[in-house]
């Protein structure tokens, strides 16, 4: 699977957007990108994940690049209880057999 | 559905002591896996479970054993703890390995 490289951490203001980015310039054609997040002391949870095209939920939405080397995920009202670190992952989503590897995230924190 | 189970929630061990650290889930998902979370580092995998009676190593298996006797339950154990050992153990489930990972709460353990 690609590896991913996000930033350590990131500050939002409560009720901006927050613009997580992503590298995965050495990602597959048949790998997907996640987004899992950790708030403190819990398991991580999922947010979103997609292949190639924009994807939202109710949660937050996944811009991802045309040649699919970068993504930004988007939380677009980001509130306190956003904080958390946050998870990008790249994995084959179609096949193979290979779990999730979670690196170190970025860690979000969101100030009042 | 409670979702993913994890018992206990804390534990404390002396140097040599074993133990099994349970995991259950009850949304009949085949994929099951343990992670390990030492403090300001991401999640490690520590072996995982594509079904009853499959199991596999992850990137950590050293001084741990699974077994899989049942979709449902799939216990982690320790049979020489060591002070290295001593991490946040989080449990997950999943339909299938590329579908989305519910999480449970984590066992904190502590090695004396």
């Known amino acids: 699977d690609a590896k991913t490289t996000q930033p350590p951490s990131m500050d939002c203001a409560e009720g901006r957007a927050a613009n997580l980015p992503c590298n995965h310039s050495t990602i597959s054609g048949n790998e997907y990108v996640y987004w899992y997040r950790q708030i403190h002391s819990q398991g991580p949870q999922y947010i979103i994940h997609?292949?190639?095209n924009n994807e939202t939920n109710e949660m937050a939405s996944l811009i991802i690049t045309e040649d699919r080397k970068s993504s930004t995920l988007i939380l677009p009202h980001a509130t306190l209880r956003d904080t958390a670190v946050y998870y990008c992952i790249v994995r084959v989503g179609n096949s193979g057999n290979t779990p999730l590897v979670f690196g170190k995230g970025t860690r979000l924190s969101v100030i009042a | 559905n409670a979702g993913v189970t994890q018992t206990p929630k804390f534990q404390v061990l002396k140097t040599g002591q074993s133990m099994t650290l349970q995991c259950a889930q009850d949304m009949n998902h085949e994929y099951m896996s343990w992670y390990r979370q030492d403090p300001g580092m991401g999640l490690r995998l520590i072996h995982y479970?594509?079904?009853?009676?499959?199991?596999d190593q992850g990137e950590v298996p050293n001084g741990y054993n699974v077994s899989r006797s049942t979709t449902e339950d799939f216990p982690l154990r320790l049979l020489s703890a060591a002070p290295s050992q001593t991490s946040v153990y989080f449990c997950a489930s999943s339909r299938t390995l590329v579908e989305t990972q519910y999480f449970g709460p984590g066992t904190r353990l502590l090695v004396l």
């Open positions: 479970s594509v079904g009853a009676g499959i199991t």
């Open positions: 997609g292949l190639k």
